[in-house]
């Protein structure tokens, strides 16, 4: 598969810690890249002291590792191996450090191999895909709030300024077992198709609307600078991390 890709993290403008952690990961490896492919993912740590950076670079490393080392040839079964391996990881650290205790993450994982996209998902990270002119969201958020939404007791827009916004109702390395979602996998993939991945630090400022302008509009470098841009021009009240993937062959 040809793609080209970007991926940008930024501190935003009134933490003092960036807690989010990514990997654009593909191997050397010839064949191994054929076989495997490419891998993307976007972690949203949270936790005390440094735990929400701990769990998010914990989640990203051993995802990768994980994947990358497993000889199954089933991507979206090695990817749910690998959320429960980092769920344990990040889970035991949790319970041994008193610092660190619970600490837990958010993960977006796509990996990109044979023409089709695979994902991974917990937590509120998203992953979208512009296709045709639209953008869809791709994963579902685990909030208190998107829970409220799909049972019909609060609208989408009321959503977006709710006061409990931020509840995340399942997330890496805060229970033993992790309720990984594996949203539309496999998801066949098209030339032109653009794929983002990102923290809840850009779309809690910037609508998808505009997301899909700046995608559409520039190559992803470009698009992941003016994203991130944004999401600090309309406050910057979090970390923002994206990843900007166009397809250029599947
Ligand atoms: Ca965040």
Redesign the pocket.
Known sequence: MKFKAASLSHIGLFRETNE?SYCHFEPDDETLRRERGAMFIVA?GMGGHQGGEVASRLAVEIIQEYYYASPSTDPLQVLKDAFQSANKTIFDASLEDAGLFGMGTTCTAMVLVGGSAYFMHIGDSRAYVCRNGGIEQLTRDHTLVEDMVRSGLLSSEDARFHPKKNVITKSLGTHEEAETDAPASPFSVKPGDVFLLC???LTSFVRDQEIKLFLESNEPEEAAKHLVDRANQLGGR??ITVQVVKVIEP
């Open positions: 989010d949203d923290s809840d630090g979090d970390n």
